[in-house]
T-cell receptor
Framework: EAQVTQNPRYLITVTGKKLTVTCSQN?????MSWYRQDPGLGLRQIYY???????DKGDVPEGYKVSRKEKRNFPLILESPSPNQTSLYFC??????????????FGNGTRLTVT | GESVGLHLPTLSVQEGDNSIINCAYS??????FIWYKQESGKGPQFIID?????DKRQGQRVTVLLNKTVKHLSLQIAATQPGDSAVYFC??????????????FGKGTLLTVNP
């Protein structure tokens, strides 16, 4: 089944403890992206990747890192999480980032709580 | 500034009725518009899209209308079913940074279908 898989689904951590949220897609998509979803603010892009070893900042990149060493994986790294990073995170992928009609496929989300 | 917004945050309809979800956008340079559906506990799911050079597109039970004169987008769902209950997001897509299509999401409308 074609899908975007995120892990974990739920994560509770403490301020400053490094964490990684994994994302994998099995559709051979070139483009991958991370979003956070907050009440009243909607979906905001954190980072995106046009292809392997090509990543760039989205609208809210502060406090996050990403890497794209392989086409299928796009982990989101929080080196020193803070409470304002408590949010619902979504990974998404599409065949191409440079094509207007390449729809995004989303994972089912990771609910992160930082205390 | 650019924005994608929604007229109504919630919409409640009776099963079998038609639903209309509205969206206003401010960036006339957007090339492409998409509607996503997000069910509870899941990531957004692509429903239907429309290019900026079109004013109407139909899918299965759904129709998207684009009025560029007033920068308005709507999603019509025919014979609404309980399974249509979800949050619906409009999104606009335009070229950003030369080669990347940036997707900007609206805040979402919660559709509740009453049996």
């Amino acid at each position: 089944e074609a899908q975007v898989t995120q892990n974990p689904r739920y994560l509770i951590t403490v301020t400053g403890k490094k964490l990684t949220v994994t994302c994998s897609q099995n559709m051979n998509h070139e483009y991958m992206s991370w979003y956070r979803q907050d009440p009243g603010l909607g979906l905001r892009q954190i980072y995106y990747s046009m292809n392997v070893e090509a990543t760039d900042k989205g609208d809210v990149p502060e406090g996050y890192k990403v890497s794209r060493k392989e086409k299928r994986n796009f982990p989101l790294i929080l080196e020193s999480p803070s409470p304002n990073q408590t949010s619902l995170y979504f990974c998404a992928s599409s065949l191409f980032g440079s094509s207007y009609n390449s729809p995004l496929h989303f994972g089912n989300g990771t609910r992160l709580t930082v205390t | 500034g650019e924005s994608v917004g929604l007229h109504l945050p919630t919409l409640s309809v009776q099963e079998g009725d038609n639903s209309i979800i509205n969206c206003a956008y401010s960036n006339s340079a957007s090339d492409y518009f998409i509607w996503y559906k997000q069910e509870s506990g899941k990531g957004p799911q692509f429903i239907i899209d429309i290019r900026s050079n079109m004013d109407k597109r139909q899918g299965q039970r759904v129709t998207v209308l684009l009025n560029k004169t007033v920068k308005h987008l709507s999603l019509q769902i025919a014979a609404t079913q309980p399974g249509d209950s979800a949050v619906y997001f409009c999104a606009e897509k335009k070229l950003s940074g030369g080669s990347n299509y940036k997707l900007t999401f609206g805040k979402g409308t919660l559709l509740t279908v009453n049996p």
